[in-house]
């Protein structure tokens, strides 16, 4: 799917200059607004906005005062990787 924003010369000047790139602002806030929904979940932001972690969609969701909850699994494997990184580290 493909979105097109009209936005007036003047007014893309200055959103550019206060918040960056708004193709950027307005892809993060459908991101972060489908998060909110329940639309999406962490791994479909990360994959909409092209993101190479969940970390850095989370990032993404709390600049936008999302706060994604964990899952019990997500809780699991970040355990997981949490033990496997103590055990490399303790030798």
């Not at 932001?45 to 993404?60: F, M, N, P, Q, T």
């Not at 990787?81 to 580290?89: C, G, K, T, W």
Request: net charge negative.
């Amino acid at each position: 799917m493909t979105v097109t924003l009209d936005i007036p010369e003047d007014l893309s000047a200055a959103l550019s200059a206060k918040l960056g790139n708004p193709s950027r602002v307005a892809i993060e806030a459908l991101a972060a607004q489908a998060y909110s929904a329940a639309c999406f979940s962490v791994e479909q932001v990360r994959r909409l906005l092209g993101l190479e972690s969940k970390w850095d969609a989370i990032e993404v969701l709390s600049r936008h005062a999302v706060w994604p909850g964990l899952s019990a699994d997500e809780i699991i494997q970040d355990a997981n990787v949490s033990v496997a990184f103590l055990a490399q580290h303790q030798r």
